[in-house]
């Protein structure tokens, strides 16, 4: 059961962390305000599991391996590892400084992606599966939204509707349906949506030139 929106999760987490709601713009940034010493020239260097990261507020939070409280992890430090965000899952080894505030990393050692746990096979795949496609019939005209998150080794994601807002509950088979391998967040495409029992549902989607197309 989810309790709030993703964006209440998330303003909520940073709150608990007391580096207040906010997004931001530097490493630097996350360094001072997170109140570690940036004098110090050397870091501990942490493991752990990325436990989400939200490249659209450009930031992420790692469990560490040590029981310690979670790490910041700021967007600026995948890009010399070629990414713009990270699956939920994902071991990080990285250095990190601590302040006050909390933990922040500073650089990011090594990501290992062949090592995220896999969910169980579920027995989905049973006759009373949601199936999207049953709700074509009551579905919107295609509207523009954007990727909120989307984990593929699970098989769904959630898309924000343009009030920004809304979450969209969007699954594999209808990623794969529009034409897609995957989504990665804060990519904009078009889906027709439907109400659910769950919630608001993407039932089709299309690349975002198709609106205009």
């Known amino acids: 059961m989810r309790n709030g929106s993703r964006h209440e999760r998330v303003a909520g987490w940073v709150a608990m962390q007391d580096f207040g709601t906010r997004e ?9 305000v997170s109140g570690c010493a940036a004098e110090v020239s050397a870091h501990p260097m942490i ?5 989400w990261f939200d490249a659209v507020r450009g930031y992420g939070f790692v469990v560490p391996d040590d029981g310690g409280s979670d790490i910041l992890l700021h967007y600026n430090l995948l890009a010399p590892h070629g990414r713009k965000t990270l699956p939920e899952g994902a071991l990080v080894t ?23 746990p896999q969910q169980p096979e579920r027995q989905e795949r049973s006759a009373n599966r949601l199936n999207p496609t049953d709700f074509l019939a009551s579905a919107s005209d295609y509207v523009p939204v954007q990727v909120r998150w989307f984990n593929r080794s699970k098989g769904y994601g959630f898309l924000l509707g343009d009030d920004g807002v809304t979450e969209i509950f ?10 897609f391998d995957s989504l990665e967040p804060g990519q904009q495409i078009c889906a027709r949506v439907s109400q659910g029992p769950r919630g608001a549902l993407a039932v089709a989607v299309e690349p975002a030139s198709h609106l205009h197309g």
């Open 24 to 32: 931001f713009g530097s490493l630097d940034e996350v360094v001072a």
């Open 47 to 51: 493991s752990g599991r990325v436990k």
């Open 94 to 116: 990285a250095e990190v400084c601590e302040g006050q505030r909390g933990r922040a990393a500073r650089a990011i050692v090594t990501i290992d992606m062949a090592t995220i």
């Open 170 to 179: 969007i699954h594999m088979e209808t990623v794969r349906r529009g034409g």
